[in-house]
């Protein structure tokens, strides 16, 4: 029996999300990526609510390649936003990717702007 990828990873992220839930106090750090573009957001599960995002697709990213700078970049935009909403620390929701390359420098990025993960 053959599987998609992408079934596979959507798999493995319903996997990590039944242990990992963001709360007021620490939200999630949730990581999408595409080909093209990287996502993350700042996600109080409790409320059912965005507190940051940013993304590779926004206006001053949107030309630069998809590569490790640009997902760093992501991070520190990300860390920044978060900080002015209020959030210090966060659990890191991985989406059901490996942990390296982008969504490695991505956290590494985050954490060096302040934020924990």
């Known amino acids: 029996m053959s599987k998609s990828r992408a079934t596979a990873r959507r798999r493995r992220h319903f996997r990590v999300r039944k242990k990992i839930r963001g709360t007021a106090a620490r939200p ?3 990581v999408y990526k595409s080909n ?3 996502y993350a957001q700042v996600i109080d599960d409790d409320q059912s609510a965005t507190l940051a995002a940013a993304t590779s697709h ?3 990213l949107r030309k630069k390649a998809l590569n490790k700078e640009t997902a760093a970049e992501v991070g520190k935009l990300l860390a920044e ?3 002015a909403a ?3 620390e966060v659990v890191f929701d991985r989406g059901g990717f490996p942990y390296h390359g982008r969504l490695k420098a991505l956290a590494d990025a985050a ?3 302040g934020l924990k993960l």
């Open 28 to 30: 999630r750090l949730a």
């Open 86 to 88: 209020g959030v210090e």
């Open 81 to 83: 936003r978060a900080k």
């Open 111 to 113: 954490r060096e702007s």
């Open 36 to 38: 093209r573009y990287i």
């Open 58 to 60: 926004e206006k001053k």
